[in-house]
């Protein structure tokens, strides 16, 4: 009986260790890595996409953006007009037939993309999508455009424009893009000041807070479904909690005229974006922050760095906020991905996937699936360089980026004994349409 026992004995240790280690993730995938990844990626590229992030427009249209790019801005390599990927998505989008972009081949590319524009139908901004197997995106414009499908193109505002509101000619001098950027957001401010029947600022804070919660309620019945910062190209993304009485005294001194010092417009700031936040989680709006390097001479990647926000984020009043940090708040992804330990924390790889190459996206994206694979999400920061390497092209090549690098690192995962390949497929499916879905209520 005894010989029966040891014998089962050493046999359940010896299946234990079998299991156990064939349950070991390895430092080192096996070596049949690239079949694992073929495999991955023909699933992958079924799965339609929900495009958290994107600028969606003809390069025309002023109301892409709150904001323009400061004249002769130096661009990353892969955003050159020079890069054959744009050439391959004119081809796969438009059936382009050149190789290359010179005037007179990019001539062809660009009528057929004004005949679009002319017709004013959204039939062709649809057309885009289905090819790129994309079902619904998210675009960041000052208004929705009426060429813009609202059964696909979901609205999100911005909101930086109500953090300006005094004499701003101290801001617009600090440097070359300031002076493209605050005249912008003075506009941007004077339409939402017209939208509400306003001649002028209201005469007391009290007033003005009502115009910024009333102005956020009205664009979302119009179809707003988050409102979004780009406060990183103008402060830190730091902001304090100044008391009432503060904001209040700054206010009635400014709000006629005057140039309020540097501390008083931040302190003003401070207050007015959390007023800002409070009416975004009412009204359950997510709240986007642009969180990575940006355009122009004189970005500061140090108050552009999302840990700035942790006092924000971590904060018990706003638990019911849902944030998105913007950008996956590149090149600061790792600190990103550990800010959305916080469940009401997301981050999404939009300009990644064509600033930088697959091969380092699927670094990155391997980080965060190995983390916090429920509140990474997809975006193309899609957005019109020219007349010629339109949103269009930039769609195609952030889709195609993001596909191919998810898929790799998945495989990377597989191969490496972290899960299973119908594991990896729901990973893919979170990342580049599920997680999206749930966060803006569209699925449960």
């Known amino acids: 009986m005894n010989k029966w026992i040891r014998m089962a004995a050493i046999s359940f240790v010896a299946i234990f260790t079998t299991t156990t280690a064939r349950a070991q993730a390895r430092p080192f995938p096996s070596n049949d890595l690239q079949k694992i990844y073929e495999r991955l990626l023909r699933q992958i590229d079924s799965i339609p996409i929900y495009d958290n992030h994107s600028h969606a427009t003809f390069p025309d249209d002023s109301d892409m953006d709150a904001q323009a790019a400061p004249p002769d801005e130096s661009s990353v390599i892969r955003l050159r007009d020079d890069n054959p990927e744009f050439v391959a998505a004119a081809k796969a989008l438009f059936g382009y037939p050149y190789d290359d972009f010179k005037p007179e081949h990019a001539k062809w590319l660009i009528e057929k993309k004004k005949a679009a524009e002319a017709s004013g139908s959204t039939t062709y901004w649809d057309g885009i999508l289905d090819k790129l ?76 807070q009502s115009f910024v919660r009333q102005t956020l309620a009205d664009n979302q019945k119009k179809g707003g479904v988050a409102i979004k910062f780009e406060a990183a190209y103008f402060r830190s993304l730091y902001f304090g909690d100044p008391p009432h009485a503060a904001a209040e005294a700054i206010y009635a001194k400014y709000h006629s005229g005057g140039v309020p010092s540097a501390d008083e417009y931040r302190a003003f ?129 952030a889709a195609r980026s993001a596909r191919t690098a998810v898929a790799a690192a998945l495989a990377d995962l597989v191969a490496e004994g972290a899960f299973t390949e119908p594991k990896a497929l729901e990973l893919a499916r979170m990342y580049l349409h599920d997680n999206a879905a749930k966060l803006y209520g569209e699925m449960k």
Request: hydrophobic share 40%; net charge neutral.
């Open 133 to 208: 197997n994309i079902e619904t995106c998210l675009a960041n414009r000052v208004a929705l455009a009426p060429y813009l499908n609202p059964k696909r193109f979901h609205w999100v505002f911005f909101v930086d424009s109500f953090l300006f509101p005094f004499d701003n000619h101290s801001q617009t001098g600090k440097n070359g893009d300031m002076g493209v950027y605050i005249p912008l957001q003075e506009k941007v401010l004077g339409r939402y000041m017209k939208q509400e029947g306003l001649n002028g600022l209201p005469a007391d804070l009290a007033g003005y």
């Open 269 to 397: 700031q401070d207050y007015v974006f959390r007023v800002l936040i409070e009416q975004a989680g009412k009204l359950k709006l997510p709240v986007h922050f642009h969180s990575a390097v940006g355009i122009g001479d004189y970005f500061s990647l140090v108050n552009g760095n999302p840990l700035n926000l942790e006092n924000v984020l971590r904060d018990p009043r706003y638990k019911n906020v849902k944030f998105v940090l913007i950008h996956g708040g590149y090149p600061h992804t790792l600190e990103t991905i550990w800010m959305t330990a916080a469940k009401n924390v997301y981050t999404d790889s939009s300009l990644m996937g064509y600033y930088v190459y697959p091969s380092e996206l699927k670094n990155i994206l391997k980080q965060w699936i190995s983390l916090y694979p429920e509140r990474m999400m997809f975006g193309s920061d899609a957005f019109p360089f020219n007349d010629a390497v339109g949103a269009e092209e930039t769609f195609w090549l």
